[in-house]
């Protein structure tokens, strides 16, 4: 008997087991179908997908229905951008759906999906790219059901990117690394929310990042009421880095838009608040960092958000006479003071602004402090700023767990007042512009990642009504000294604005070493000693530098009494009348040096006057190239050289492969030793009617013309 049970009860299995491995197969075209359906009936939009299976197994006893690489395209007037993508969604129902009818609904009970994006974009008329359902009257009276149904119980989205973009307010929103998961029962109208989310938030308006990566977190039970569209915060924890957070009130959706009532906090004082507001990768663990003081974010927000309206909204961070010290830092940060408020009293977006009434703190016995005022954010923000105080830089890593191979050491000076408007920035409106006062920085040194140092003894920057002066900047590199003195045009449209950094400079030298402006590969390897990674020319600079110099070392080449001009634009150098002493005589350049494009590339006259013919033709590995005639004739050459090539981008040398060119010279002075020429030596030996040492090559000229380096 009980052998016969197991037997029945195999069979069965096995039965089972075949029916659960033949009907993914069995509804799949069905499974398609549907699926197909409910796009093309619901939606005014590209859409596709991979694949589409079913498993039975995923979430047993109920059955899963997985779809691979879905997308949504937008059709005009947001052609051709990605509203919806997908890796992986899936959709998990009882299996007796899967016996429904073709015109019955398909009930969903959960969705799960990997690695998505969803791109809501507002273009400057207002119009937002989601609203892709399409607009069928009919549909309603001809009695036909939905090929899928909702009747949702729990979530979840893993690694999903959710991007904002309004194009009239310039503003944008982007949530990455969303992690989101949900729990609660979408067959009632009223209904708790269990929900559990982290992500990334970056936020920025025009050109400017308010926000970079900064971690949330929100763990959250919602009340839902699905009638009214409202969504109560009832047990919630938040963060913003490791920053607390708890909210209480609703936000409803109506027809206008949203409606929000709520209000925030922070749940303790304590001043570790602060510190966790700070993104982890720079501040350490603050676990057990000692403090003293508050600090407090208390907000609300009340009001309709729609197209023309933003709730009424007050947000105030605080903090008084508040103090840190990490346990394994000599020094603490003390008298800390924050007073900033960001307010909106009317509904009008362009009313907000920001007090920044006081901004304040202290290590040891220097005391910095800063104030602003921002209005008119959303159209032309007007901002109103001053900072006055010293930093000891040699502090801040005794204080701080600022991360460095080594310690920074200089004294920091600022005393600046400045108003000005972004629309004056953006259109370089300098007059609207005003500036006063001094920052200064001496004693700076700094050692970069290579082991290369650089000290700063004196810098000083004038703020003027419309203008910045660098006044001084005197510096160390390696063998190179450096004095540079200018005026910058565009500062605040470079800071603010990321435009090109414009300015007239002034550089005198005592000597410079070119090879103290590029960087080793590998100090620690001798045989890669000498190898150097060329500098790209930022291509942020738009300046010009009046240079003058009295030893320039480049290469194995010692040249004196350097002069001329540098324009910097475009991520190329334009040389104008550069001169120098080189090879006994004098040299003049002019031309351009390009790192624009991936292989470095020059453009080049040359002027040699009176050079030696020995030096220029050993020392310049181009010329030797050129015409080999180094040692064999001796005496001084006049020139003029055109030539162009790639630059070889390790060391900015010429690639004697790609030069190209024309070369006009004349022989002055000159005498030749045969001697030297296997060539020349022969013809002395053999042609007894030349005398090779009474050949007179004194102002001979010659032109060469040359294509690849040939």
Avoid: W
């Avoid at 559990?196 to 763990?219: C, P, R």
């Avoid at 922070?266 to 982890?280: E, Q, R, Y």
């Amino acid at each position: 008997m009980v052998k016969k049970i197991l037997k029945i009860l195999g069979i069965v299995l096995f039965v089972l087991l075949v029916v659960a491995f033949s009907v993914p197969y069995l509804f799949k075209d069905q499974i398609k179908a549907k699926i197909a359906k409910s796009i093309n009936e619901n939606l005014d939009a590209k859409v596709a997908f991979k694949d589409a299976d079913l498993s039975l197994f995923k979430s047993f006893p109920k059955a899963t229905i997985s779809v691979e690489k879905l997308s949504i395209i937008n059709k005009a007037p947001f052609e051709g951008d990605t509203l919806v993508a997908f890796d992986e969604l899936n959709l998990k129902m009882s299996v007796m759906e899967l016996f429904n009818d073709d015109k019955e609904p398909m009930n969903i009970e959960a969705i799960s999906s990997k690695n998505g994006l969803i791109n809501i974009i507002f273009n400057k008329d207002g119009v937002g790219n989601y609203d892709i359902a399409l607009k069928n009257k009919d549909k309603k009276e001809d009695g036909k059901g939905k090929p899928l149904a909702l009747k949702i119980k729990e979530y979840e989205v893993e690694n999903f990117k959710f991007k904002f973009t309004d194009e009239a307010s310039k503003i944008k929103m982007v949530l990455d690394s969303i992690n989101h998961s949900g729990t609660g029962d979408f067959t009632n109208d009223i209904l708790d929310l269990d929900t559990e989310t982290t992500a990334k938030l970056s936020l920025g308006m025009d050109k400017m990042n308010y926000m970079k990566d900064v971690t949330i977190s929100l763990k959250a039970i919602l009340g839902i009421d699905l009638k009214k569209s409202k969504y109560t915060f009832k047990q919630n924890k938040a963060k913003i880095n490791d920053l607390p957070l708890e909210f209480d009130g609703f936000i409803q959706l109506v027809d206008a838009g949203q409606e929000y009532d709520l209000k925030f906090k922070t749940p303790t004082s304590d001043f570790k608040n602060f510190l966790g507001l700070i993104p982890a990768t720079y501040r350490s663990n603050i676990e057990n960092v000692k403090t003293s003081g508050e600090f407090t974010v208390v907000g609300y927000a009340k009001g309709l958000y729609s197209d023309t309206t933003v709730p009424k909204f007050n947000v105030a961070i605080a903090s008084n006479n508040a103090s840190f010290q990490y346990p394994d830092l000599p020094k603490s940060v003390k008298n800390i003071i924050i007073d900033t408020k960001i307010i909106n009293e009317t509904g009008v977006m362009n009313d907000t602004y920001i007090n920044l009434d006081k901004l304040s703190f202290a290590i040891d016995q220097d005391v910095f402090n800063a104030k602003a005022n921002i209005k008119n954010v959303a159209t032309n923000a007007l901002v109103d700023a001053a900072l006055k105080g010293t930093i000891n830089l040699s502090n801040l890593s005794k204080a701080y767990p600022i991360k460095l191979d080594k310690p920074l050491t200089g004294i920091l000076k600022a005393d600046v007042t400045t108003k000005f408007d972004m629309k004056s920035v953006e259109t370089n409106q300098y007059q609207n512009i005003y500036n006063a006062g001094t920052m200064s920085l001496s004693g700076f040194k700094y050692t970069d990642e290579n082991g290369k140092g650089m000290t700063i003894s004196n810098a000083l920057v004038q703020f003027n009504p419309s203008t910045v002066n660098l006044k001084e900047f005197k510096a160390t590199t390696g063998k190179s000294d450096l004095n540079v003195n200018g005026v910058l045009e565009n500062f605040y449209g470079f800071v603010f604005r990321n435009q090109e950094l414009k300015g007239n400079f002034n550089l005198n030298s005592n000597q410079l070493a070119i090879a103290d402006f590029m960087t080793i590969e590998d100090p620690k390897k001798e045989e890669q000693a000498k190898k150097t990674e060329a500098m790209k020319i930022p291509a942020f600079l738009n300046c010009s530098l009046t240079a003058k110099a009295n030893t320039v070392l480049y290469d194995n080449l010692v040249l004196k009494d350097c002069s001329g001009k540098l324009i910097v634009k475009d991520q190329a150098v334009t040389l104008e009348n550069v001169k120098t002493n080189a090879f006994g005589g004098q040299v003049g350049v002019s031309g351009v040096v390009s790192t624009k494009e991936k292989t470095p590339t020059f453009n080049m006259d040359l002027n040699l006057n009176q050079v030696d013919i020995a030096q220029t033709f050993t020392l310049l590995d181009m010329f030797k190239k050129l015409a080999p005639i180094a040692g064999v004739i001796n005496g001084k050459l006049n020139s003029t050289v055109k030539v162009s090539g790639d630059l070889d981008a390790n060391e900015l040398t010429p690639d004697l492969k790609t030069i190209s060119g024309d070369l006009l010279g004349q022989l002055l002075s000159t005498t030749v030793n045969s001697k030297n020429s296997n060539m020349l030596n022969a013809l002395d030996d053999n042609l007894k009617f030349i005398d090779i040492k009474k050949l007179n090559l004194n102002d001979l000229k010659a032109a060469l013309t040359f294509k690849d380096g040939k």
